[in-house]
Structures are given as C-alpha cells and as structure tokens.
C-alpha cells in the first residue's frame, strides 16, 4: 500500500540512506548536509543517518516531505549522490520506509496514522530490524508480513524469536519505537595509507611514499575544514609484524608543512635500519574545525608563500584531480 504523499507536522525522524556504499569523505559531505537540515544528527555509518526533524520543520517553515526533497537535490548537484530517504513517526518507520524507496526519486514519508496501515502489507523481513534468520523463523511459523507479525500476541513471538528480540519485534510491528535520534558524529580521525607491491628497503621510496601521504592528508583535511592535533604512523613489516606511534603536534593544523615535519620525526623514531615494509599509514588524529584553530601571524615569508602555493595546488586538485599537482620529488618520481 503506498501512503499518501502529505505528512502530518508529527512527523519527526528521517532516515537516510546511500544506495551504495560511498568513500569516507563522501559520507562525511552527506552528514554536514543533514546538519544543515537540523542540528539532530546521528551518524549510521558507512552508509546511513538518522535526522530528528521535531524542531526543523517549524524552523525551516515547510513539511517533512519537502525537507527530504531539498536534501536529495542538494546531494546530487553537490556530492553527486542520490540518496534514498524515509521520514515517519518513529526510527523504526522511517528506516522501513527508507528501506522500500530503491528508485531515483526516493523521498517516502509516512504520517503517523497511516504507520500501521502501511506497515501491515509488507513482507515481514522488510522491516527494519528483523534479520534473515529471524524472518525465516517467523515464515515458518506462519507469519509472512508485518500485519501478521502485529497481530500476533507478543508472548507467542518472544517464543518464536526468543525474550528480547520478540518484544521488540513485536512492539516494532505496531509502530511502536520509543528510541530517540541521538547525535553522533563520525570518529574525529582521518588516514590515508599505501600498500608496496614488493618488501620495500629503499629509505628514499620509503621517504617519498610518506610524503605522498603526507600531501594526501593534508589535502582531506583542508577540504573537510578540519585540523589535526596529533599523527599516528602505521608501518607494516614483513611477517606480520608492525611498529605504530602517535605526536602531538605542537598547535592544530592542515597544512603539509607541519604534518610532513612530524611524519619524518615519527618515521626516523622508527629505526628501521634494514626493516622490510609491505605498507605504511598516516591518520590525523583529535580533529577540530579550522576555523576554531587560532591562526598567529608569521614572519617567515618562505612559510607565507608556501601557505599560498598551497591554496593554489588545492584549487588545482579540487578541478583537475588529485595527481594534477604536487611536490616535485613525487612528480619526477611518476615521470
């Protein structure tokens, strides 16, 4: 049964999803457009979200509908991305109804007297929470939609899927989902990293590979408007071993000439001498917003123009790709 396309003003939980599964950054773009929408955000990670619209749909003045609406033409003319959305009185809906938009166009709100009406003639594996097992149990014993599921006594499907699965399950089926949407936002960590086709000695390839990951980070945070205050180098050994080590640095920041000093500090406490790498990670660690990050004013005019070049080479990335531009010992490397 497809509900009607109005929503009632109680409709508060929205339920985002991305029919495949984006890359890190990508998702993260996605939660800072829900932000926009409402302050409520609870990240679902690697491919959904939660958003409490209760106090957003007074505030932006228009229906649940139209919010899910702006938010899916915002994805695909910014991020490129279709998201797929469900708005409903509780988690439990709005996921279930997420779950049945698999087309372009995917915006379905359900009011919440009409929750019961059209949950009732989906298959029961459709909703949100009943797992594949579970649904075949309930199939099993008769029960092939959410309909059926809420017409059963609740003690006889604690029976079937045992105490707390089958009180939820059963309390899900009638709509009934006191969850709230609780903020949470991605861990504040970032990394790149690079795996060596062949066991690595070479300290100058070594050298190279971390100061392309080192330009790679740099370049991820500066986009997302984020500084780092610390860095964890990863090194994988041959043989299974590895050597892992984190810094502070000495205030926030996104820029390669900061990050790239503390990498080759963390690199040569390594010691590796005649150490085997199969592969070698960075990650930004304790992430804060950059514009929180109290900018002093430098006399080093070598520092000023290399913070300069660098907005240029970002400009040139954000255009023409991430290899377009960059050192030139990695450049000569590539030619």
Known sequence: MEP???????????????????????????????????????????????????????YHGVGARHLGEILRVRA????????????????????????QVDEPGGVLAVAPDEAADWLGPLPVEALHGIGSRQARALREYGVHSVGLLAAVPPATVQRVLGGRAGRLAADRARGVDPRPVTPRALPASAGVSRTFARHTLDGAAVRGALLDLVVRLGHQLRRRGQAARGLTLTLRLAGGTGWERTRRLPEPSAHDDDLRALAYRLMDAAGLQRGRLTGIALRAEDLVAADRVTRQLSLDRGRESRLAAERVGDRIRERFGPGAIGPAALLAKAS
């Open 4 to 58: 009607r396309r109005t929503t009632s003003e109680r409709v508060s939980v929205m339920h985002v999803r991305c029919p495949e599964r984006p890359g890190e950054e990508t998702y993260r773009q996605v939660l800072e457009l829900l932000a926009e929408l409402s302050p409520v955000v609870q990240a679902l990670p690697p491919a959904a979200a939660l958003v409490d619209l209760t106090g957003a749909l007074p």
């Open 76 to 99: 695909i003319s910014r991020l490129g991305v279709d998201v797929r959305v469900g708005i409903g009185p509780t988690i439990t809906v709005a996921a279930t109804a997420s779950g």
